[in-house]
């Protein structure tokens, strides 16, 4: 715990922290790469370079130190966080390694300004910071590692299948290799993946989009332009590679309630929505699933969708194209906007929308939503990648 003293100067200091926060994680990270380079593997360095994974430790700490002494509101980010750390098998010692780069960040960009005081209150908050996650992120593991099929750190699963879904978009079966069960999961959750590529280890998390089953788990990823691990999966992980995988992780999942449901994807987001959309389903909720996409070519999964369609009257699925192609056969043409959004939002109490997509389309779904009339404790939605702010 911090003490009175220590409290107050992280809130007297916490302004010109997040004046600077930016430059802080700017000289954080490539410090902890040099200084540190095993652990590049678990960062994905494409948001390193888009600023992405910075930005969001920046907005992490404005958001810790402004709220210093009322951590309860931070509960809902602290868990998110949790869940990806565990699936990618973060261990204490990592927490020292960030620690004293961090710190040592702060005070190469604030200077002077760092007096000891300063030091020993920061460090203390950190620190306080670090042993809170430590301590959840070792509940999660042991509570994992518990269930039936479940394990703690890395299993080796081969490559049981590979099925091209879209133009983009490539379905792979995983199964482990030491022919046991795997732990079930809830629909929306990812796996956390290490693979080894041309001698370099990275990690990356996929959506599941298939509902559990206890045998094996499907992922499905899109082709990125020059990523590294999409790349990889599409050209050269055949059928029969193995790899290491993580336990089910992550926290957009669905929440207790009877009324309709709104799933809206573009893109890939589409993943983690499939299995959503079955649990709801069998729990007897009415779905409206609504898919954003290009055109038919790298629209995945519509056979599926429309297959769980003909047998559940409870689910209205519904394809928006913006540029569809001569045979397309969508249900809207041009992008979700708040009028056709109005049209798909169902006149009835305890509506929940969840949406997933490119970060531009989650926002502008979430704002149509918003002067729609939905309150924003019926939006949920989901990023791929580090938590950033939507707007």
Known sequence: ??????????KATAPVVAANASRITGTFYPLMFERFPDVRAVFNQSHQRNSAQPEALANAIIAYASNIDRLEVLGPAVEGIVQKHVSLNITPDQYDIVGTCLMEAIGTVLGA??????????????????????AAEEKEYARKAALTGGWRGARRFRIAAKTSESAVITSFRLEPVDGGRVMDFQPGQYLGLRLGIDGETVHRNYSLSAS????????????????????FLHDRAQVGDQIDVY???GEFVLRDGSGPLLLITGGVGQTPALPLAEQALAAGRRV?????????????????????????????????YAEPQPDDRPHMVGLLDRDR????????????????????????????????????????????GPREALA
Not at 1 to 10: G, N, Y
Not at 113 to 133: I, P
Not at 373 to 378: H, I, K, Q, R, T
């Open 1 to 10: 715990m911090l003490t009175p003293a220590q409290t107050a100067v992280i």
């Open 113 to 134: 300004a760092v007096t000891a005081e300063v030091a020993d209150a920061w460090g203390a908050a950190y620190r306080q910071l670090a042993d809170l996650l430590i």
């Open 212 to 231: 559990p089953n206890g045998r094996d788990y499907r992922i499905s990823v899109k082709r990125e332009p020059q990523g590294l691990v999409s790349g």
């Open 247 to 249: 336990p089910p992780a």
């Open 288 to 320: 409206i699933y609504v898919h954003a996409a290009l055109n038919g070519s790298v629209h995945a999964f519509r056979d599926q969708v429309d297959r769980l369609a003909e047998t559940h009257r409870t689910l209205m699925p519904v394809y928006c």
């Open 341 to 384: 959004l109005a049209g798909l939002l169902p006149d009835e109490p305890g509506v929940a929308a969840y949406v997933v997509g490119p970060k531009p389309f989650m926002a502008a779904v979430v704002k149509a939503l918003t002067a729609l009339g939905l309150p924003d404790s019926a939006i949920v939605h989901e990023f791929f």
